[in-house]
Every structure is written in C-alpha cells, then in structure tokens.
C-alpha cells in the first residue's frame, strides 16, 4: 500500500504509532518501525535531553528503519527546555518528528534545516490548516475518539476526516479510535493517507508497559473512558478509574471555578506508577478503540493483520460492492 505517506517516510506500510508518555520507548518503536510501520519515540518522557539522546541511540541499535521522535507541547507544570530536545533530534540524526499541543512554528527553521519531516498533531480542521501554513509536511488529524487529548471541539472521525480532505493539500494521518483493517480501509477511504494508532499499540507484546496495563485494555468496553479537564481546557480522554470517577465529581463541584490546585495531586506524576508498576487507580490516556481491542499480538502480527485484512476488505467486499 504505496501512499503520500508512505513516500514522505520511506516506511513500508501507512501505520504510524503516535507518541505516548511512559509508553514510546525504543522497545516500542523499534518494533513498530521493524514491521514497516513508523515508531515515535515519546522526547518528554526522557527526564533530560541527554536521557533523549541515550534512547534514540537505542533505537538506532534495534532498527535499521526510519523511526520518529514526538515532541509535545502542552501546557504544564514546568516548562521543558525544548531548544536542547531538539538539538538531541537533530544530533542523533532522527528524520522525522511529530509535533502536538502548541503551534510549533517557532522550532521549525532549526529541525527543517537539518532535513527533519514535520507530522503536526492537530484536532480540528482550522488547526490543520494553520500547520499547512506554517510548513508542516503532514498533519495526524486526530478525532474526538482518541485518546489523550482530543481539543475542545467534540468532531468525531466520521465528519472530522473528510473535512480535513476537503481543505488540505499536505497528506495526513487520520487518528483516534482506530485498531482494525476495517477502519484502516474507512480511513483511507475518508480521504487520508494513512493511520494512526495509539492505544492499540499498548496492548502489544513489545510495548513495555506493565501486564496490567495490557489487560485493562482487553477488559475494557468502548464505554470505559472518562473525559477530565474539560473546565481547564485542557480535555484529556482517559481509562476509567477510582481516582477519575473523583476527578469527574470534583469538576461538576466546582464548574468553572475549578483551577489545576483542585485535581493537581489526583492527576499529576501517575504515570510511571501506572505504566511501570501496574498500578491501576490513577489517571491515563486511552481511546475509546480499547473495546476494540480483544488481543496481545506482537506488533508484526497486528501491522501484518491490518495490511492484509484491509487487502481483503478491498478486493473482495468492496470490489463486490462496486461490481
Ligand atoms: C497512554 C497514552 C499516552 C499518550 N501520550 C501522548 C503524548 O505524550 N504526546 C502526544 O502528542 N500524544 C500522546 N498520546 C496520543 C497518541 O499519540 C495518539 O494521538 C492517540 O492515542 C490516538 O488515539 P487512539 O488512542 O484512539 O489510537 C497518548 C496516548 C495514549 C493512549
């Protein structure tokens, strides 16, 4: 399956596995990019900017492939200093970054002028086009399915993708919400050039998360996740939890008025608790395709999967259709 995307990463297969914190580590993304998909390496997850540089140096041990770097900009507790991540990008000779929160305009002279692809992550179709403008070589148009952050504006894939192929010159990934051939093929069909996968790609034997982890994802429906920050502005779609039931009750309290002091104990640092240690009750980004999600193949298997079931899809129930 030869597309814009494919072309503009030199990878085999559209399949790219979308940065996550405490999930986009080298183990990860060497398998995803081995299998012909593109892996993203999760830069803030990193502590510093040396810890980035030591993992890209992994990967490049583990793969031979293109691989990519995400590098997210959302508000936070602390500022990053982003400047020296991107200088790790660019020293350890990665090619391709995916970009996400904040208009990255500021940072693209120094990534373009060392040859690095930019991917910009953005939830609406005015988003999308401002990163056109900007110079952006793609975006991954991510619906109100996804997990993480979704945006504000509520536009699930079905309207969201299409809208996007109206307006956009640049290629562009459709995400959220998506784990199987079918909605690869729906995808594709909806105007993009390919896929984006975050939450399934936990729920891979390479991924180097906690088993628990894994098995909330085969546990859960398509009913389980909770949206929590909305007051801040700041929504982020998550598994449901002891700890987000108490978010959610917090924030119908107190509306409005709610500041980040309300929930900041209950939301921040769970992580590599979660991840690492397999404890369940906290707060984590997961997309409503967790009710999708029914095994823990290897990410070989999956990308192979949904490569040839899509192939099938294709030439048999759509050739029928149309014949
Ligand atoms: C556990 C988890 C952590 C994530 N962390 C980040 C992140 O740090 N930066 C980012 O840009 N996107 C992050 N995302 C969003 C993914 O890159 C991707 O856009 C999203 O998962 C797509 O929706 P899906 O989960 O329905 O496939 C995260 C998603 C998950 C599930």
Known sequence: MKTRITELFGIEHPIVQGGMHYVGFAELVAAVSNAGGLGIITALTQPTPEDLAKEIARCHDMTDKPFGVNLTMLPGFTNPPYPEYIQAIIEGGVKIVETAGRNPQEHLPAMQAAGIKIIHKCTSVRHSLKAESIGCDAVSVDGFECGGHPGEDDIPNMVLL??????LKIPFVASGGIGNAQQLVAALALGADGINMGTRF??????????????????????????????????????????????????KEKGADMTIGDIAKLVGGSYPKIMQEGEMDGAW???????????????????????????SIIKERLTMLAG
Not at 162 to 167: H, I, N, S, W, Y
Not at 214 to 226: F, G, H, Q, V, Y
């Open 202 to 251: 936990i729920a891979t034997k390479e991924a180097p998360v906690h088993q628990n982890v894994k098995d909330a994802l085969i546990n859960a429906s398509e009913l389980d996740t909770r949206l929590i920050m909305r007051p801040l502005r700041n929504t982020e779609r998550v598994l449901v939890s002891p700890v987000v039931e108490q978010i959610v009750e917090i924030e």
């Open 162 to 167: 299409p809208r996007a192929a109206e307006e």
């Open 285 to 311: 980004s997961c997309g409503m395709v967790a009710g999708l999600i029914h095994d823990i193949p290897t990410c070989a298997e999956l990308i192979d999967r949904l490569i040839s079931e899509a192939d």
